[in-house]
């Protein structure tokens, strides 16, 4: 089993930043991979940004350029810096970590103002 904890949502205006930090426990020797996906009301969830054990990294296309994805193994955990965020950015944001199962987190707001 692993465990996922989100933290550093909130409000910000357009063109600003955040920080999304992952805190993982348990087996986290097995996960191959970590990620964040985001859910706006109405929409389905879409993928954001994934980091593999290994350090390889994907973007969606939408993000790339203003979102980075980071992890630090000796804490467990996996950053998102969002960068010139937009109105568009605004979601809640999920932390996924799998192995040869699926894991995720509860989600932390993120709202983006005009």
């Known amino acids: 089993q692993v465990q996922l904890v989100e933290s550093g949502g909130g409000l910000v205006q357009a063109g600003g930043s955040l920080r999304l930090s992952c805190a993982a426990s348990?087996?986290?020797?097995?996960?191959?991979?970590m990620g964040w996906y985001r859910q706006a009301p109405g929409k389905q969830r879409e993928l954001v940004a994934t980091i593999t054990s290994t350090g390889s990294t994907n973007y969606a296309h939408s993000v790339k350029g203003r979102f980075t994805i980071s992890s630090d193994n000796a804490k467990n955990t996996v950053y998102l810096q969002m960068n010139s965020l937009k109105p568009e950015d605004t979601a809640v944001y999920l932390c996924?970590?799998?192995?040869?199962?699926?894991?995720w987190g509860r989600g932390t707001q993120v709202t983006v103002s005009s």
């Open positions: 348990g087996s986290i020797d097995s996960i191959i991979g």
């Open positions: 996924h970590a799998w192995n040869e199962f699926d894991y």
